[in-house]
């Protein structure tokens, strides 16, 4: 039950003015033990808030009285581990990233997970059997400690030079004198992966740190670090803007910068389209077993209601919280379709 392919979104660079907002909370696991025959998820840090909403939202669609009816949750890429994602599932170690999401897919059955959030496209190296569901743009740009060494601009190239450790000063680039510190997400993040890709598919240098959780400038590592370089979802900062943060889910003292001469943020501080058309744009998706996906049954069905073209997060509903949370909708064509 495939749709017909659409060709991958591109692009984002941008530069930021921080503003001030009301924290509210943004991220949260389930608030009890999921059914059995729920519609549950795991995976990226870049959509976890907007799918806490997701899950709010189309919940309250169902009555309180249907018992029959899967209901949608999502757990963090972070907190307590391991986790049992719903009742009668297997006890797992509760997945961080795009890449450990769609691992714990492939590794359990639907009576655990049924779905994994990513941001990242689908990956010659991932299993098969699984679908890539479209569902709204982000981009990725680079960030770096308002009042810091950093200049407002880089280029591709220059963050080819930075991540692979060709130069490692600030001033070779137009910023105060300071070596600069290049930090990249743990190993599996969709952020990481695609921005290295983006980068031609580098192998980061041994210059380069990987730990600091993807699009929290709230890490130690990069709160107060005049050198740091961090590559950060335009979107999920955008959300963050919007208010949906909270202590840890925050930008600090990180601000986007200007990629290729390009601001990832219009002038209003949403995502700028123009951005997002470029080389370091993306799409998200929603991973599932193609199996399930097209199986005549109440979890097939309940899949599509939520997933598909038709289904919930293509609604006008599902596009209001998208752009609530900063990202970008997709063409309603494009929404819902199977990109792998």
Request: net charge neutral; with cysteine; aromatic share 8%.
């Amino acid at each position: 039950m495939r749709h017909t392919a659409a060709k991958a979104l591109a692009a984002v660079a941008f530069t930021a003015a921080l503003t001030t907002v009301a924290a509210v909370p943004a991220v949260a696991d389930p608030a009890g033990l999921p059914a059995a025959k729920d519609i549950v998820g795991v995976g990226s840090d870049t959509t976890q808030a907007l799918f806490t909403k997701f899950s709010a939202d189309y919940n309250a669609t169902i009555p309180a009285s249907d018992t029959t009816t899967p209901r949608l949750y999502s757990w963090d890429a972070t907190g307590t581990s391991p986790i049992t994602p719903k009742a009668g599932g297997s006890t797992i170690a509760r997945p961080n990233g795009s890449g450990a999401g769609i691992g714990a897919l492939n590794t359990t059955t639907n009576t655990t997970l049924d779905f994994a959030r990513s941001s990242r496209a689908a990956q010659a190296t991932d299993p098969t059997g699984l679908d890539f569901i479209a569902f709204a743009k982000d981009a990725v740009t680079w960030s770096a400690v308002s009042g810091g060494h950093a200049p407002a601009n880089l280029t591709t190239a220059n963050l080819v030079d930075i991540y692979t450790c060709a130069k490692t000063n600030w001033s070779q680039f137009g910023g105060t004198a300071g070596t600069i510190q290049p930090f990249l997400p743990q190993s599996g993040s969709g952020t990481r992966s695609f921005f290295l890709q983006a980068l031609g598919n580098i192998t980061p240098g041994s210059c380069v740190v990987s730990g600091p959780e993807e699009n929290e400038g709230t890490d130690s590592r990069l709160l107060t670090n005049a050198d740091a370089v961090f590559p950060y979802s335009v979107g999920h900062y955008v959300g963050q803007l919007n208010g949906h943060t909270t202590a840890t889910d925050a930008p600090g003292n990180l601000t986007l910068r200007n990629l290729n001469g390009v601001s990832p943020l219009t002038t209003t501080n949403t995502l700028n389209p123009a951005f997002a058309g470029g080389s370091f744009g993306r799409v998200l998706f929603n991973v599932v077993r193609d199996a399930d996906y097209t199986a005549a049954t109440t979890q097939g069905t309940a899949l599509r209601n939520i997933f598909s073209n038709t289904g919930w997060i293509c609604s006008t509903a599902g596009r209001s919280d998208i752009s609530s949370y900063g990202f970008l909708n997709l063409p309603t064509t494009g929404c819902g379709v199977i990109i792998h």
